[in-house]
């Protein structure tokens, strides 16, 4: 079974500035098989990366996805409002999706 | 527009058995996996299972193999779990969400179930 962590929990930044969340597999993983996903307070959560790098559709290009191996990275290049939420990123492998605990990005 | 659509908040007894539901509309539902996924209060998301509307196959995470069913019934376009005893443990929001193998692309608005003696 495919072992999913991220970093930080919590990231507490202003608007304007740069993020970058980490997300790690405990095995090596086809970067196809990484995607990210918003999940804002009360609602259900929506896909931002696929493919480890591939913006889904209407995602602003101030979100962008790179990584390989055992290491993949969500970062997010200026704050926006709106993007203060919790980001979760997710891996496929041997039939089964395996979730990370998430990261919080929260207003500073 | 692809959409899908879950039926309401539930509030069963310990003990009981339930079946949630979700509806799908705007694609061709059998071309594409359902799966369902946990979130229980203030916590993550865990994926519990998909099946293949297509022939019904369907897999599970070993955590929720045995406890739960995902079925699917393709002449309504309807994915489905269910629990045969809940537990307060089962207190959660459940969302379904459809795949093409790889990823989630569109997302149910979620299911709270609510057991409570």
């Known amino acids: 079974e495919i072992v999913v962590t991220q970093s930080p929990g919590t990231l507490s930044l202003s608007p304007g500035e740069r993020a970058t969340l980490s997300c790690r597999a405990s095995?090596?993983?086809?970067?196809?098989?990484v995607a990210w996903y918003q999940q804002k307070r009360g609602q259900a959560p929506s896909l931002l990366i696929y493919?480890?790098?591939r913006r889904a559709t209407g995602i602003p290009d101030r979100f962008s996805g790179s990584g390989s191996g055992t290491d993949f990275t969500l970062t997010i290049s200026r704050l926006e409002p709106e993007d203060f939420a919790v980001y979760f990123c997710?891996?496929?492998?041997?039939?089964?999706?395996?979730f990370g605990p998430g990261t919080k990005v929260e207003i500073k | 527009e692809v959409q899908l659509v879950q039926s309401g908040a539930e509030v069963p007894k310990p003990g009981d058995s339930l079946r949630i539901s979700c509806k799908a509309s705007?694609?061709?539902?059998?071309?594409?996996?359902i799966s369902w996924v946990r979130q229980m209060p203030g916590k993550g998301l865990e994926w519990m299972g998909r099946v293949a509307p297509g022939d019904s196959h369907s897999n599970y995470s070993p955590s929720f193999r045995g406890h739960v069913t995902i079925s699917s019934d393709k002449s309504v376009s309807t994915a489905f779990l269910q629990w045969t005893s809940l537990t307060a443990s089962d207190t959660a929001i459940y969302y379904c969400a459809r795949s093409d193998g790889d990823y989630h692309d569109y997302w149910g608005q979620g299911t709270l179930v609510t057991v409570s003696s």
């Open positions: 705007g694609y061709s539902f059998t071309h594409y996996w």
């Open positions: 095995q090596s993983v086809s970067s196809s098989y």
């Open positions: 493919s480890a790098s």
């Open positions: 997710h891996v496929y492998g041997n039939s089964q999706f395996t």
